[in-house]
């Protein structure tokens, strides 16, 4: 069964830094990535996916995604960080051949600090 | 606003009382899925639905839990004999068919079991 790992539970950067977001799966199959952010009492809402092509997948509010099939990773990036990004970021990974099952990891708390 | 749309937001009940939760996905979208999510975990998979049909449930689905869609519109979601440890935040989400497709969440419905 697939299953991702987000190895730090709280990541902290100063405004105008780049940022990263670490994301690690596995999978038996071919991977579909995503990253999904989740503001206070809010929804998750999906910022990017990779599906297959490009290993840099560009999505909203400027995020990007590298991915990286030999180190299984798909970290979140962002070249400047903003106030404004504060909040919870979820990765979550599918096996191309089990198309109904998305497991998430357990979350990243990203804090941008002014 | 055409997105994800649950109800309640927010449901209180004593241990052991029913609770039925709704969602109504994006109405373009023929599949609908449940999640649980609770404090500092990522959204764990419930069920799943495509059209009418429900077509897979996890292990997490006790026979106390659930889920209809009636017509393949929108879904509900019922809890019997509530426990403290269903508390949690129940999400829904809604895709079209394809394990590349991005699932489009709603706000949740938090419930809190006294």
């Known amino acids: 069964a697939q299953s991702v790992a987000q190895p730090e539970d709280q990541v902290n950067v100063a405004e105008g830094n780049p940022l990263t977001v670490k994301c690690t799966y596995s999978v038996s199959g071919n991977p579909y990535l995503f990253w999904y952010v989740q503001y206070p009492n809010r929804g998750l809402q999906f910022l990017l996916k990779?599906?297959?092509?490009?290993?840099l997948v560009k999505g909203s509010y400027g995020f990007e995604a590298e991915f990286n099939k030999s180190q299984t990773s798909f970290h979140l990036k962002k070249p400047s960080a903003l106030v404004s990004d504060s909040a919870l970021y979820f990765c979550a990974v599918r096996d191309m051949n089990n198309n109904n099952d998305m497991r998430f990891g357990a979350g990243t708390r990203l804090t941008v600090k002014p | 606003d055409t997105g994800v749309s649950q109800d309640p937001r927010h449901k209180i009940t004593k241990r052991g009382q029913n609770v039925t939760f709704r969602c109504d996905p994006i109405?373009?979208?023929?599949?609908l899925y449940w999640y649980r999510q609770t404090l500092g975990q990522g959204p764990e998979f419930l069920t799943y639905?495509?059209?009418?049909?429900?077509?897979?449930k996890s292990r997490l689905l006790s026979d106390r839990f659930s889920a209809e869609r009636p017509k393949g519109s929108f879904s509900t979601l019922e809890i019997q004999r509530t426990e403290q440890g269903d508390s949690a935040m129940y999400l829904c989400?809604?895709?079209?068919?394809?394990?590349?497709?991005?699932?489009?969440f709603g706000p949740g419905t938090r419930l809190t079991v006294t």
């Open positions: 639905f495509q059209n009418e049909a429900q077509l897979e």
């Open positions: 990779y599906i297959t092509g490009d290993n």
């Open positions: 989400a809604s895709s079209w068919q394809g394990a590349g497709y991005e699932q489009y």
């Open positions: 109405s373009e979208h023929n599949r």
